[in-house]
Nanobody, 116 residues
Framework: QVRLVESGGGLVQPGGSLRLSCAAS????????MNWARQAPGKELEWLAS????????YYADSMQGRFGISRDNGQNTLYLQINSLKPEDTAVYYC?????????RGQGTQVTVSS
């Protein structure tokens, strides 16, 4: 059974940083492209970044370039998202999603709130 568990969210002040984690189990993690996406209240799911199976290739939404960093540790079956220079508009639930699109399996999400 595919299981994805996100963690690392919380309340952070504008300008701060967070590293989100996604622990994967129930499938061969190293065989799948992985994504991060987020959903703010009242808005649609927004794709943020993707990483290839071996971690060599990363892709970002244009608006996320420079502040977001996706990475993975296949030995630990864990996906990461580093977010720097956080802004109030980054407030959302952040999800890791398995596969080539945002239609794949996802976890329960981790809440990130950016506020002073």
């Amino acid at each position: 059974q595919v299981r994805l568990v996100e963690s690392g969210g919380g309340l952070v002040q504008p300008g701060g940083s967070l590293r989100l984690s996604c622990a994967a189990s129930g499938f061969t993690f190293s065989s799948y492209n992985m994504n991060w996406a987020r959903q703010a209240p009242g808005k649609e799911l927004e794709w943020l970044a993707s990483i290839s199976e071996n971690g060599r290739n990363t892709y970002y939404a244009d608006s996320m370039q420079g502040r977001f960093g996706i990475s993975r540790d296949n030995g630990q079956n864990t996906l990461y998202l580093q977010i720097n220079s956080l802004k109030p508009e980054d407030t959302a639930v952040y999800y890791c999603i398995r596969g080539l699109t945002t239609n794949g399996e996802r976890g329960q999400g981790t809440q990130v709130t950016v506020s002073s």
